[in-house]
């Protein structure tokens, strides 16, 4: 009986834990997004007011204020196409290293497994670092491209929207590997051959048999690039410049800079909830989808 | 008969330093349903595997009807291969499995009649609907064997063919199967490690030892008249005597008996092989004994299997094995455990190994 009631709060720690954790700060989050904004600290008035009687204050200025300018909406549209964009190329450097790996002899495996894992060992912030200082106008790449009379003079590779992409790329594509791994890892390799003998050639078996049954491994991995990209804040702010606006970047200066937490608060939640709820429905359409293919 | 309308020439292959085939030549005529027996390691897959594409051999050739086809690759090989875990798609059902191989070429009316016929060869027109999953283990190798059939191949390679069906399943595949192959005429070639399945599948089977091909002939000759000491231990219950020439007879110094045998050995010192259906069991009371060719000995043990009972009798320093067939029903006619016994052969019966 003892055990059994350790097992429930064993099993269901995690849930208290994001109860905690991402639930409340969600609703104190709802609750500052609604409130009038001041002058002042909290920057927010109280959204219960009970000077003469009791009365709630709230207001949807805030929502308005953000979806009323395009400065808002762009950035999170930027930020949008930047996952996309990031994810598809994740897709296409992780998919056939993920493939090969799956396929390979155990030892060359663990191998090639470890090396995926390794970038994990240092630290985030070093690793992007170091792309700024590879890209830099007298960094090691523009020195080598000078040297070997490809360009004249440095190209500007750092603080675009090209070196956000590929920091990001560099940065999440073991989040892409490894699911994807996990998935292919299962694979029944007689169906590749199976479908040879049946006449199709290798392109023809990818799209009809591989592609097909790697599904459920691309959507988790995607997914796992996906949704932490539309809110990235640090290599947009490395490596970017101002040619493009990102979402995080846009939330913190609203925050900090501009203090309006009200208008942050807001951004924070419509971010959420637009990002949320077509995953969502994704993830029960795709679950009956899949259900029914029996993947 | 063509006989060359499968030939193998000069196949060899190693995986690193293991020699896996060395110097197999075959050769398979037209419409002929061929085993190739061995245990594993014996090199029999890798040599299906190189038939259907999906190795190449490190020398020699493949010709399939008059046309080299050593280094097409799988999907250009006028033939399909049937796997030993089948190789379903999990992802399409029955109708689209069986059609995979015939989409391309075909228009969509044409598939449906294709499909439709070789499921009624098959009858598994009712689950054409079906997710794979959903198939018992018989109905899966159908959907298998129609998905490869449909391609109208001019030959099938079968890995195991009937290596995951239950025993009862396989004896009723395996009439099935050969059925099958006579009425569509279509050249089949088979591994497997099973020597029954191999006896009652195979016109002509070749029996693989080391990546070597030790005997190559029909289940009957292979049985009856085997070459070597492996293929006689390996196919069937074998008795080897070791036997060395005595005086004007041959003498087994672990029976401790004299054999006489209907025709002339090159060396003095041989082994023989006696089949254990070969042996007559007779009663200590009958005097009709000789002192060739008879010994007697102690019943050891004894299994009843219906329409056989099988004993195994002591003798000197030897234990051999006796099938006797069950002719009337008579309980008495077995004999008990531990009683003593005279087993006798013809001459014919007995067959020189010499290796």
């Not at chain 2, 005429?185 to 030892?209: G, N, P």
């Amino acid at each position: 009986m003892k055990n059994k009631l350790f097992e429930k709060y064993f099993v269901f720690s995690p849930y208290f834990w994001l109860v905690l954790f991402f639930f409340i700060p969600l609703a104190i989050i709802f609750k500052i997004s609604i409130s009038v904004s001041e002058w002042g600290m909290p920057p927010y008035q109280d959204i219960f007011l009970f000077d003469n009687g009791f009365k709630i204050n709230t207001t949807f200025e805030n929502y308005v204020y953000i979806f009323s300018d395009y400065y808002y909406i762009g950035s999170f549209v930027n930020s949008l196409i930047l996952a996309l964009i990031s994810t598809f190329f994740c897709l296409l450097i992780g998919f056939p290293l993920a493939f090969y790996i799956a396929t390979s002899n155990i030892r060359l495996r663990n191998i090639l497994l470890v090396l995926v894992v390794i970038p994990f060992w240092s630290s985030f912030l070093l690793r992007v670092y170091a792309w700024k200082i590879i890209l830099q106008n007298n960094g090691i790449l523009n020195v080598i491209l000078l040297n070997l009379g490809i360009t004249s003079e440095p190209l500007q590779l750092l603080y675009n929207q090209y070196a956000v992409i590929m920091g990001i790329v560099y940065t999440y594509l073991p989040l892409m590997i490894l699911p994807l791994y996990g998935y292919l890892n299962k694979f029944d390799l007689n169906l590749i051959e199976a479908s040879k003998d049946l006449g199709l050639n290798r392109i023809k078996t990818f799209f009809k048999v591989i592609l097909p049954l790697s599904v459920p491994g691309i959507v988790a991995g995607s997914l796992l690039v996906f949704i932490p990209v539309v809110g990235e804040f640090i290599i947009p702010e490395m490596l970017g410049g101002s040619d493009r606006l990102y979402y995080g970047k846009i939330l913190w200066e609203e925050f900090f800079v501009n203090r309006n937490w009200p208008g942050a608060s807001a951004l924070a939640f419509s971010g959420i909830i637009i990002l949320v709820l077509p995953i969502v429905i994704f993830q029960i359409l795709y679950s009956r989808w899949s259900q029914k293919n029996e993947i | 008969m063509d006989n060359n309308f499968l030939v193998i020439e000069n196949i060899s292959k190693s995986f690193g330093d293991n020699k896996v085939l060395e110097n197999i030549n075959l050769n398979i005529s037209k419409s002929e349903f061929f085993g190739l027996l061995g245990s594993s390691g014996s090199g029999k897959t890798t040599l299906l595997r190189i038939l259907g594409g999906f190795e190449k051999p490190d020398t020699g050739r493949v010709i399939l009807d008059g046309t080299d086809i050593t280094n097409l690759e799988p999907f250009k090989r006028p033939l399909n291969y049937m796997f030993q875990s089948y190789a379903l798609f999990p992802h399409l059902n029955v109708f689209n499995n069986l059609a995979f191989g015939i989409k391309e070429n075909f228009t969509q009316k044409e598939i449906e009649i294709n499909v439709r016929n070789i499921a009624k060869l098959l009858s598994i027109e009712h689950l054409l609907n079906r997710r794979i999953k959903q198939l018992s283990g018989g109905e899966q190798q159908r959907v298998a064997l129609g998905r490869c059939l449909i391609k109208k191949p001019k030959l099938l390679l079968l890995d195991e063919p009937l290596a995951a069906l239950d025993k009862k399943l396989r004896s009723k595949t395996q009439l099935e199967l050969t059925t099958l192959q006579k009425k569509l005429k279509i050249t089949f070639v088979f591994v497997t490690h099973d020597q029954e399945e191999a006896m009652s599948l195979s016109d002509r089977m070749a029996i693989m030892k080391n990546g070597l091909i030790l005997e190559c002939s029909s289940p009957e000759e292979i049985y009856e008249n085997p070459k070597s000491l492996y293929t006689a231990n390996f196919i069937g219950i074998a008795n080897i005597i070791e036997i060395y020439k005595k005086d004007e007879n041959f003498y087994s110094d672990d029976l401790g008996i004299n054999f006489k045998l209907n025709k002339e050995l090159k060396n003095t010192k041989t082994n023989i092989l006696l089949r254990p259906e070969k042996i007559k069991i007779q009663s200590i009371n009958n005097l009709n004994t000789s002192s060739f060719n008879s010994f007697s000995g102690e019943i050891l043990e004894k299994s009843y299997l219906g329409s056989f009972t099988r004993y195994e009798i002591k003798i000197k320093n030897m234990i051999i094995s006796v099938l006797d067939q069950n002719f009337n029903s008579n309980s008495n006619y077995n004999f008990p455990k531990g009683e003593k016994v005279i087993c006798s052969w013809e001459s014919e019966s007995i067959k020189v190994l010499e290796d």
